[in-house]
């Protein structure tokens, strides 16, 4: 029997812990402060790989360094794509990546390629002999009220953008918004066929939940209509990856459950003010040799 080790965390997001300062020694003296002292890696126990569950931050010269720091302590670094990952929160950087999201995506993915960090869009990694898999996904709004809703209450509508600059949207009272042409749901639809593509898996990993979560687990939020932005009910093609585990995030609550033979654990930090008290947690993964 082979065993893996994996390490695992999701919802960093380190700008809201470590300041955006410059120059960039005092940058990598506080994100090595924010390992040590918050993600706290076991050094005594290390895992084989260590899987970054989405939404690392909003700053590429931020999220650069925390994971050069992680990578110079895990033999492997394993991340995906999280909504928060696709935001450009500021004028400055939508001027950078000219009111493109993917943008972003494409000089993170980029910078990956050259420093060791394995970063997975619909890809397979093979490690000692173990399959991961990857994804970020997404969450399926299938009616006009749904993407209504999403207006109304999510930044992604938002915040990722798709090459044309936010424009105003008004609503009821002389309400405005700004708004961004990303078209929602062809991008779940794409994620989704990343998804299916993923086969003989033993780890998948994605950022939002591709399982839905049983109600008598969601606590104040059960019924709330806005779980529809938290999750997905991709189950039978979760089954399909051939996948027993999934890590994922998004979701800011610890989670550790078996649905229909898929165990779906999360174990996100979250934003500083939640105090979720978590760190780096570990599972083991086991395979026939």
């Given amino acids: 029997m082979k065993e893996l080790k994996v390490d695992f965390i999701s919802d960093v997001h380190l700008d809201f812990w470590v300041k955006n300062v410059n120059p960039s020694m005092k940058l990598e003296h506080l994100v090595d402060i924010f390992i040590r002292k918050v993600l706290k890696p076991d050094m005594e126990n290390l895992g084989d790989v260590l899987v970054l569950a989405g939404d690392l931050g909003h700053y590429f010269n931020q999220d650069t360094e925390l994971l050069k720091q992680l990578r110079a302590i895990y033999p492997k670094v394993v991340s995906v794509r999280g909504n928060h990952d696709l935001y450009l929160v500021s004028g400055n950087q939508q001027n950078k990546y000219h009111n493109d999201s993917f943008e972003r995506v494409q000089e993170m993915k980029n910078w990956c390629a050259v420093n060791g960090i394995d ?171």
Avoid at 174 to 193: D, L, N
Avoid at 201 to 227: C, R, S
């Fill in 119 to 289: 970063y997975l869009d619909g890809e397979i990694l093979e490690i000692n002999g173990f399959n991961i898999g990857g994804v970020g996904m997404w969450y399926n709004l299938p009616t006009a009220a749904d993407i209504e809703q999403w207006k109304q209450v999510m930044n992604d509508s938002n915040l990722i953008m798709d090459g044309i600059a936010p424009y105003n949207m008004n609503y009821g009272y002389g309400g405005r918004v700004k708004m961004s042409s990303f078209r929602t749901q062809e991008y779940y639809e794409s994620e989704v066929e990343k998804l299916k593509s993923l086969k003989d898996l033993d780890l998948l990993v994605t950022h939002i939940p591709p399982i839905l979560i049983p109600d008598h687990l969601k606590g104040v939020y059960v019924g709330d209509h806005n779980n529809i932005f938290y999750e997905s009910d991709n189950i039978e093609n979760v089954k399909a990856t051939g996948a027993e585990v999934v890590i994922s995030g998004h979701v800011h609550t610890t989670y550790d459950f078996e649905l229909d033979g898929v165990n779906l654990m999360i174990n996100p930090l979250g934003y500083k003010g939640e105090k979720t008290g978590n760190s780096i947690a570990q599972t083991v993964i086991y395979r026939e040799d």
